[in-house]
């Protein structure tokens, strides 16, 4: 382990040593560069502080979070900066080979130092934009709530249920939150859509039950004539802590189950709730977390649908997209629309409505974020309510998804 570090500090050292050179060409007064060092090792230190301090300890809390953002900005900006010189490094090599080679190693080489320091402009320049977009992103995106709605069509949603309206949140990471006047105007931005119904697809915590406290009571007036209704996600269950026992972690768990029942939400495991408005009735369906890969894999589908009627309208409530993908679509019980989070559509991309959709996320997920249909079948992916890890947000902003159902028969 001790090994690791060492390794790991003497990479990060040896990237600073190559981008702290175009510092050097570009700002002729040395003390700039001095600054550049210090603040990056100051930075190196602390985020590694903090991971010897914290990681055993099951904690992420929002100091790590920070150290963390302000660690993968100055790696983001290393790394663009390093690009370029190392490429005009590329091409003074050969250069220098000949010369060696025609003219003998003690003639001295000379290259264009105003090439080197126009590189080197060009490199800070461009490494600047995405570090400046990461800072904003901690400062004002992780909060940027946004309010997206769709109309869907179903040919089989009963009568009374043409027009309701259902709030989809997802992924509060309860353990994150760091201004309470923010959340508080994200819960009243939720409810502020009147919904009918409001559900909830997991991830309240990002490990420990005890996230929820200082931000039970804002959470708690979330109000839906139809009920409040919650799953679990693969941040719920303790997975990421070592606990002292099993009991401890079950004893975690009980507290997490408590709470979310003290704030007013049913919690769903892997079972199905009927929902009736005058005369008609849906199925509300929730199963514990089912991902693919490594993640935690509790659903059972099976059970929670057992004995529903097939001709009834059913939503599901699933924390991984991936579950959707590879055991529901094709399952032959039919689920006319699925509510998923978990990916955060990664915190960071491009959208422009009716142009550009775009997220690293789409490498691991191939439904990441917003509306998808397949066989007759819905699925929103919610972009996540609150944030992990990297405490900020960039072109994917928080998300509040208002779905208005819309009967078909009576369009």
Same mark, same amino acid.
């Given at each position: 382990?001790?090994?690791?570090?060492?390794?790991?500090?003497?990479?990060?050292?040896?990237?600073?040593?190559?981008?702290?050179?175009?510092?050097?060409?570009?700002?002729k007064n040395p003390w700039i560069y001095y600054i550049?060092?210090?603040?990056?090792?100051?930075?190196?230190?602390?985020?590694?502080?903090?991971?010897?301090?914290?990681?055993?300890?099951?904690?992420?809390?929002?100091?790590?979070?920070?150290?963390?953002?302000?660690?993968?900005?100055?790696?983001?900006?290393?790394?663009?900066?390093?690009?370029?010189?190392?490429?005009?490094?590329?091409?003074?090599?050969?250069?220098?080979?000949?010369?060696?080679?025609?003219?003998?190693?003690?003639?001295?080489?000379?290259?264009?130092?105003?090439?080197?320091?126009?590189?080197?402009?060009?490199?800070?320049?461009?490494?600047?934009?995405p570090v400046g977009a990461l800072f904003l992103g901690?400062?004002?995106?992780?909060?940027?709530?946004?309010?997206?709605?769709?109309?869907l069509s179903f040919d089989n949603l009963p009568p009374?249920?043409?027009?309701?309206?259902?709030?989809?949140?997802?992924?509060?990471?309860?353990?994150?939150?760091?201004?309470?006047?923010?959340?508080?105007?994200?819960?009243?931005?939720?409810?502020?859509?009147?919904?009918?119904?409001?559900?909830?697809?997991?991830?309240?915590?990002?490990?420990?039950?005890?996230?929820?406290?200082?931000?039970?009571?804002?959470?708690?007036?979330?109000?839906?004539?139809?009920?409040?209704?919650?799953?679990?996600?693969?941040?719920?269950?303790?997975?990421?802590?070592?606990?002292?026992?099993?009991?401890?972690?079950?004893?975690?768990?009980?507290?997490?189950?408590?709470?979310?029942?003290?704030?007013?939400?049913? @919690?769903? &495991?892997?079972? =199905?709730?009927?929902?009736?408005?005058?005369?008609?009735? #849906?199925?509300?369906? !929730?199963?514990?977390? +089912?991902?693919?890969?490594?993640?935690?894999?509790?659903?059972?589908?099976?059970?929670?649908?057992?004995?529903?009627?097939?001709?009834?309208?059913?939503?599901?409530?699933?924390?991984?997209?991936?579950?959707?993908?590879?055991?529901?679509?094709?399952?032959?019980?039919? @689920?006319? &629309?699925?509510? =998923?989070?978990?990916?955060?559509?990664?915190?960071?991309? #491009?959208?422009?409505? !009716?142009?550009?959709? +775009?997220?690293?996320?789409?490498?691991?997920?191939?439904?990441?974020?917003?509306?998808?249909?397949?066989?007759?079948?819905?699925?929103?992916?919610?972009?996540?309510?609150?944030?992990?890890?990297?405490?900020?947000?960039?072109?994917?902003?928080?998300?509040?998804?208002?779905?208005? &159902?819309?009967?078909?028969?009576?369009?």
């Amino acid at each position: 382990m001790v090994l690791r570090w060492l390794l790991f500090v003497l990479f990060i050292c040896c990237l600073l040593v190559y981008s702290s050179s175009a510092i050097k060409t570009v700002f002729k007064n040395p003390w700039i560069y001095y600054i550049f060092v210090f603040v990056n090792l100051m930075v190196i230190g602390n985020f590694i502080l903090h991971i010897v301090l914290f990681r055993d300890k099951g904690l992420v809390s929002p100091y790590f979070m920070y150290s963390f953002g302000l660690f993968i900005m100055i790696i983001v900006f290393q790394f663009l900066v390093i690009s370029f010189l190392f490429v005009e490094d590329l091409v003074r090599l050969p250069q220098w080979v000949y010369h060696l080679f025609t003219k003998g190693f003690k003639s001295s080489f000379e290259y264009s130092p105003q090439r080197r320091e126009f590189i080197s402009k060009l490199a800070l320049l461009i490494a600047s934009v995405p570090v400046g977009a990461l800072f904003l992103g901690m400062l004002r995106g992780k909060y940027n709530y946004r309010v997206i709605k769709h109309k869907l069509s179903f040919d089989n949603l009963p009568p009374s249920f043409d027009g309701f309206k259902i709030v989809h949140i997802s992924d509060f990471h309860c353990g994150s939150f760091d201004n309470k006047e923010k959340v508080k105007y994200g819960i009243e931005m939720i409810n502020d859509q009147r919904p009918d119904l409001i559900l909830f697809s997991g991830d309240m915590v990002n490990n420990m039950a005890k996230e929820i406290l200082p931000w039970k009571d804002i959470i708690s007036s979330l109000n839906a004539p139809f009920g409040k209704f919650a799953v679990l996600g693969n941040h719920d269950y303790g997975d990421y802590v070592p606990w002292e026992s099993e009991a401890k972690k079950k004893e975690n768990m009980n507290h997490l189950l408590s709470y979310l029942n003290d704030m007013g939400f049913q @919690v769903l &495991l892997n079972e =199905s709730k009927p929902l009736k408005n005058d005369k008609d009735e #849906i199925a509300l369906i !929730g199963v514990e977390n +089912w991902g693919a890969g490594g993640f935690k894999k509790n659903g059972d589908f099976d059970k929670a649908s057992a004995n529903l009627d097939e001709s009834m309208f059913k939503i599901l409530l699933s924390h991984d997209p991936s579950h959707w993908q590879q055991k529901i679509i094709e399952h032959p019980v039919h @689920v006319d &629309l699925t509510l =998923s989070g978990h990916t955060h559509g990664m915190q960071f991309g #491009i959208e422009i409505p !009716g142009w550009i959709k +775009w997220s690293p996320a789409k490498y691991r997920y191939k439904y990441w974020a917003g509306i998808y249909k397949e066989k007759n079948q819905f699925i929103n992916v919610n972009r996540g309510f609150g944030f992990l890890a990297y405490p900020g947000r960039v072109g994917i902003y928080p998300e509040i998804s208002l779905l208005e &159902l819309h009967s078909q028969k009576s369009a």
